[in-house]
């Protein structure tokens, strides 16, 4: 029997490739499948996302528009950085539009827009206590941005979750 990547030798992502997949984190394509969908052969990519020891089905010809993409490169995640350490933008008072708008941000799976997500939510939450759906909105994006930037710069969630909130600190002392 033929394997599947032999067989299909110009996927986009390969078998073992960590990517990420919005709004849910870094997972890893543990596994390339053709599976029967309204009898239809469709392959999929099988991916084993490790923080919320999930396992999805996304079918490759609708990966990219799932948002499905590789991990960040190393400057990339620099990048995001950058943005945790700079001044914040004020956001609207209202939460119903800053949820939306933030939501929004997430959606789109970039690490840059990631990092502006948990900057204005943590600045927001030194100036007034975040509502419950924000307070989760903000800890999704945090988890989300240490794991991205974890892999991608090799190191320990916990060193990454250190540095993220150093530099957002160092910034809210400045604004005192």
Same mark, same amino acid.
């Given at each position: 029997?033929? /394997? ?8 986009? *992502?390969? =078998?073992?490739? @960590? ?17 029967l969908?309204?009898?239809?052969? =469709?392959?999929? *990519? ?8 999930? /396992? ?8 990219d528009? =799932? ?15 950058? %943005? ?12 119903? $539009?800053? *949820? ?9 799976? /970039? ?5 502006i997500?948990?900057? /204005? ?10 509502? $419950? ?6 800890? +999704?994006?945090?988890?989300?941005? %240490?794991?991205?930037? +974890? ?8 060193e990454?979750? @250190?540095? %993220?909130?150093?530099?957002? @600190?160092?910034?809210? +002392?400045?604004?005192?």
């Amino acid at each position: 029997m033929e /394997t599947t990547a032999k067989k299909y030798p110009d996927l986009k *992502y390969k =078998l073992n490739q @960590e990517i990420v997949y919005p709004l849910h984190g870094v997972g890893k394509i543990t596994c390339i499948e053709e599976k029967l969908f309204m009898e239809k052969e =469709l392959l999929y *990519y099988v991916i084993y996302i490790e923080v919320s020891d999930m /396992t999805v089905m996304v079918p490759v010809d609708r990966a990219d528009e =799932l948002g499905i993409r590789a991990i960040v490169g190393p400057g990339e995640s620099k990048k995001a950085l950058e %943005i945790i350490s700079e001044k914040y933008e004020p956001v609207p008072s209202d939460w119903k $539009i800053r *949820y939306q708008m933030n939501l929004d941000h997430l959606k789109s799976g /970039t690490v840059k827009d990631i990092a502006i997500v948990v900057r /204005t939510l943590y600045h927001r939450s030194k100036i007034k206590e975040l509502p $419950i759906l924000e307070r989760k909105l903000f800890d +999704s994006a945090l988890r989300l941005l %240490i794991d991205e930037i +974890s892999f991608s710069l090799n190191k320990e969630k916990k060193e990454v979750e @250190e540095l %993220i909130f150093s530099k957002m @600190e160092a910034v809210a +002392s400045n604004l005192e």
